[in-house]
């Protein structure tokens, strides 16, 4: 499976963004990840296979929407309340396994990234 995340850009504090992971096929749980410049990626939203389950990490609880569209084989992030702190590059990732999945190994195919800037 081929992952194309898109979607990104510079907006303002306090602004919204919508995010789109576009599949080349057929995927299972699927998850969005960020990476800050220094830091490590962390997985940030999971959603299980049929988009029933989400997990959100403490950080975007509340200000973040991970959904999918299992037809279009498309699964979006709506961020909204964008902080300067949410500034990293994005990457969506997906799993072989339908039940979410919390754990940074279990995902096998990732996309390429996109950067979100959020100026103050």
């Known amino acids: 499976v081929q992952l194309q995340a898109f979607g990104g850009g510079l907006v303002q504090a306090g602004g919204s963004l919508r995010l789109s992971c576009a599949a080349s096929g057929r995927t299972l749980a699927m998850g969005w990840f960020r990476q800050a410049p220094g830091k490590e990626r962390d997985l940030l939203v999971a959603?299980?296979?049929?988009?029933?389950?989400?997990y959100y990490q403490d950080s975007v609880r509340g200000r973040f929407t991970v959904s999918r569209d299992n037809a279009k084989n498309t699964m979006y992030l709506q961020m909204n309340s964008l902080k300067p702190e949410d500034t990293a590059v994005y990457y969506c990732a997906a799993t072989s396994r339908s039940a979410i999945a919390t754990m940074t190994p279990f995902y096998d195919f990732w996309g390429q990234g996109t950067q979100v800037t959020v100026s103050s």
């Open positions: 959603i299980n296979w049929s988009g029933s389950t989400a």
